[in-house]
């Protein structure tokens, strides 16, 4: 069964597909903001993110990540956002691909994001302070390169829905 990482920025759509893909291959699902709030002893990410600081929670997020892809039965992992940016994250990303796992990049126009995380207020921090607008271009900026180098294929989200989305990763690794 094909093993599948979902990256991308914020409001891609990363846990939705994820969702559908493990459900429409008969697999296993495991959010990576999830498990990490759950070790850290919080009910969400962003109560962890807010509690523990950013330097902190990418910490844990890589350990989490590290742990995440040991067991040979989970087979779809959505990251968070920053997760690739995480000291040594990158690295363990790139061990992952060679050992099997492909790694999806969702992408989708910034104007969009930015509308996905104004409807969703409060569910989501902040990183930069700035409105949605500004924070989705200047986190895109920053990060946007490292996840092209470790993404496998890049996928837009802005068009269809999840189910079509992983309909359509899925078909693409068969």
Same mark, same amino acid.
């Given at each position: ?16 597909? #994820? ?6 291959? #008969? ?13 850290? #002893? ?37 990251? #968070? ?94």
């Amino acid at each position: 069964m094909q093993r599948i990482i979902l990256i991308g920025l914020r409001a891609t759509g990363k846990s939705s597909v #994820g969702r559908e893909i493990a459900r429409l291959s #008969g697999g296993t699902f495991l959010d990576l903001d999830d498990a990490v709030a759950g070790a850290a #002893g919080f009910r969400s990410a962003h109560d962890a993110f807010v509690a523990l600081g950013e330097a902190a929670y990418r910490a844990l997020e890589a350990t989490t990540l590290r742990d995440a892809l040991k067991p040979a039965s989970l087979t779809v992992i959505a990251l #968070g956002g920053g997760t690739p940016m995480a000291p040594g994250a990158e690295a363990v990303l790139e061990s992952a691909r060679t050992g099997g796992w492909t790694v999806i990049l969702l992408d989708a126009p910034d104007e969009v994001l930015a509308g996905r995380i104004r409807q969703a207020p409060g569910t989501r921090p902040s990183l930069t302070g700035a409105l949605p607008d500004q924070e989705v271009a200047a986190v895109r900026a920053r990060r946007w390169a490292a996840f092209e180098r470790l993404a496998d294929a890049v996928v837009a989200t802005d068009t269809r829905n999840p189910t079509e989305i992983a309909q359509g990763i899925l078909d693409s690794a068969a």
